[in-house]
């Protein structure tokens, strides 16, 4: 069975690089943490196998606590294309806040029809991606979505 790797590693710098080494596994921190509760449990034993005892239970349920762990977890459902690209007509279609402020030396100045309306012009969705790029940027968005 695996210790789980090292947990609360020391970082050295070597050069212009941070390298991690020890610390402690994975399976003694839960056997620590597992101390904690085993402690104030009585476990009918002799006072020379007591001690030993309380380390083997220990043990035990960090071994049980990495093997829950390494179970697989199901993934989340994954959108389909048809929901995908609902997703990027909405977004192009949703009328920016009257509050938004562009970026990276982007403005917007609200123009006004003359006659015989006179309406503004505020955008909707972005004027800096199309619906390729939108669906790109949705599709980045959704990859590696947590469980």
């Not at 829950?68 to 806040?97: C, N, Y």
């Not at 309306?117 to 619906?131: E, K, Y």
Request: proline share 7%; charged share 20%.
């Amino acid at each position: 069975m695996s210790d789980g790797g090292s947990v609360f590693p020391q970082l050295l710098k070597a050069g212009d690089h941070a390298i991690s080494e020890g610390g402690m596994s994975l399976r003694d921190w839960f056997a620590g943490q597992a101390l904690i509760e085993i402690a104030n449990v009585h476990i009918a034993h002799s006072p020379d196998t007591f001690e030993a005892e309380k380390a083997r239970r220990c043990y035990a349920m960090a071994d049980a606590m990495l093997a829950e762990g390494s179970k697989a977890v199901p993934s989340a459902p994954q959108p389909t294309d048809e929901q995908i690209k609902h997703m990027v007509s909405r977004f192009l279609q949703w009328r920016l806040p009257e509050n938004f402020i562009p970026d990276g030396g982007v403005s917007f100045t609200p123009s006004f029809n003359e006659e015989p309306m006179r309406t503004r012009h505020w955008p909707i969705g972005t004027n800096v991606l199309d619906a390729v790029q939108a669906e790109a940027m949705v599709r980045h968005m959704l990859d590696g979505m947590p469980k």
